[in-house]
């Protein structure tokens, strides 16, 4: 049995061809485009300081684990290993924990909890501490079920698309749904067609998975907040802006707060 730290010890294998580049790195293209984590993650703890002061700091550990999973994922990607496999899926379910319990809205808790936030956070805590090792039983299953907890999250954010009639948030939420989509088809594409990619010379939909989904984590989380403030922050006003400016065609979104007078 092969150690879990060497190359090529995960039963997971993508589509780009490996050691094309490098000795040292088992997929090249699927490594380097993590880089975006490294520099979004930063990017969004300065742009959001001011709304975590204000809602959570826990927000700032929802970005610091956004960038460990930039870090495993090259691990994994440049060694294939089933330690680096784990470990980057590990991370993602730790990062989809903490998003729950900041901004998931008590309307959506469990009838049991009666809408305690306190009681919610426990309960995933639980649940992600339970399903950590759990990840070791069937890994190549890991991936599979992690996708299936973002379309319990498109679920909610589509129910919220139907509640509001803020046009910041409907745009959001229609941005975030379609960059998620098109980052699951490439990640699907390159896991179940890999002979057709491999026949056309075309072995980058996982790197391009890595890049959209780098930016679909920022939309979403604004989109996320803007939701949660209608429940959590009513005395407050969230603004999305656009770095580096409003105007340019694209942008990295996040909150400016705006208190004013309105009620509940």
Partial sequence: MPSIFAYQSSEVDWCESNFQYSELVAEFYNTFTNIPFFIFGPLMMLLMHPY?????????????LFMIIGLFSMYFHMTLSFLGQLLDEIAILWLLGSGYSIWMPR???????????????????????????????RPTVNAYVLNSIALHIVYIVCQEYRKTSNKELRHLIEVSVVLWAIALTS???????????????????????HVLISITFPYGMVTMALVDANYEMPGETLKVRYWPRDNWPVGLPYVEIRGDDKNC
């Fill in 187 to 209: 990640w699907i594409s390159d896991r179940l067609l890999c002979n057709f990619w491999q026949r056309i010379h075309f072995f980058y939909l996982h790197s391009i998975w």
């Fill in 52 to 64: 975590a002061q204000k809602r959570s700091r826990y927000i700032y550990v929802f970005w610091v």
């Fill in 107 to 137: 309307c959506y808790f469990p009838s049991f909890l009666g809408g305690n936030r306190s009681q919610f956070i426990r309960l995933v805590f639980v649940t992600t501490v339970v399903s950590t090792p759990l990840s070791f039983l």
